[in-house]
């Protein structure tokens, strides 16, 4: 998975993402209504009036720039020129649409240790369906000798290595036989590499997925799929075009909570979609209790001293 998105050459995000939207091979909450946008900035400045000492934004994977554009609108100007505003971004394709779109507004990175570098370990970061973007280790439930096992491409079962103590599900074992889950160890490693360098601020997280038993009711299958032209493919048509089609997977809220408290992180509040939006007269696409209004989640976490 990490190689069909990422790969130098041939990766989906590196070489043969379109771009995001209508035109693209998916929409987000973002390309929906600028409705995030506001809500953003609106969190942004109730983070500020705790921290106000934090002047530097730090988006994470921003996709084609529009949640960032709406963001510093959001914020008028008055607040706006308080920050300074960056973006990490991995992937050429769209880091050259965002350019395109914010101009000389923000500072661009390849990674987040760079941005903190620059921001002196203070700052509030967001992302938006970042997380879903990380490659999975999917693993499947064998009642028989009730023990985990990885499936590798071409789908078959091989013996799993990874550590139980800091994965929900591997702990798991009243699942039926050939229950399907994805760990997300590349999340775990990527929040122990930055953390450390980030000495104040808050981070919001907004994402789909769900606490863990929970997010698997009623899907024996896992949650991994894949997104062509606005398609959503499942079962072996994910492994179908390797590098042209996004990959994803719901989030283990759970895990992710856990990880971030084992750094010294805690999370301050989780709310619905719907719940983060309402107040910005979101339209009924965003507030759908059956659909991404409760499917998508926001997360805060604070770090008001670095952890020692």
């Known amino acids: 998975m990490a190689r ?32 995030l946008g506001g809500a953003a900035a609106a969190w942004l400045k109730s983070e500020s009036r705790i921290q106000p000492h934090v002047r530097h934004v730090i988006e994470v994977g921003a996709g084609d720039g529009s949640l960032m554009q709406v963001v510093r609108q959001s914020l008028g100007w008055w607040t706006r020129r308080r920050f300074t505003f960056h973006i990490v971004e991995s992937s050429p394709v769209l880091r050259e649409q965002q350019q395109k779109n914010l101009g000389n507004k923000v500072r661009w990175h390849t990674d987040i240790e760079s941005a903190l570098a620059h921001a002196q370990g203070h700052a509030f970061i967001y992302h938006n369906e970042l997380l879903d973007a990380f490659p999975a280790t999917l693993v499947q439930w064998n009642a028989q000798e009730r023990c985990w096992q990885e499936v590798w491409v071409p789908e078959s079962l091989h013996p799993l290595h990874l550590d139980a103590a800091h994965f929900s ?8 036989d050939r229950q399907r889950c994805e760990l997300h160890p590349s999340i775990r490693d990527w929040l122990r590499n930055w953390t450390p360098r980030w000495n104040s601020g808050a981070m919001l997280t907004i994402d789909y997925g769900e606490d863990f038993p929970q997010l698997y009711h009623r899907r024996p299958h896992g949650t991994l799929r894949a997104y062509l032209l606005h398609q959503r493919l499942t079962g072996v048509d994910v492994y179908a075009n390797p590098g ?27 709310v619905t979609l719907a719940e983060f939006l309402r107040p910005q007269g979101a339209p009924a696409q965003l507030l759908d209790p059956d659909g991404a209004g409760t499917a998508f989640k926001c997360l805060v976490h604070r770090r008001t001293a670095c952890a020692s």
């Not at 994803?248 to 010294?264: C, H, K």
């Open 169 to 176: 599900a591997l702990r798991h074992t009243a699942f039926p």
């Open 244 to 270: 042209r089609q996004d990959i994803t997977a719901d989030i283990n809220f759970t895990d992710y909570r856990v990880w971030l408290s084992e750094l010294g992180i805690e999370q301050t509040s989780r």
């Open 4 to 35: 069909a998105l990422f790969d130098p050459e041939r990766g989906y995000y590196t070489r043969h993402i379109r771009t995001v939207g209508t035109r693209g091979d998916f929409s987000t909450s973002t390309t929906l209504s600028p409705c």
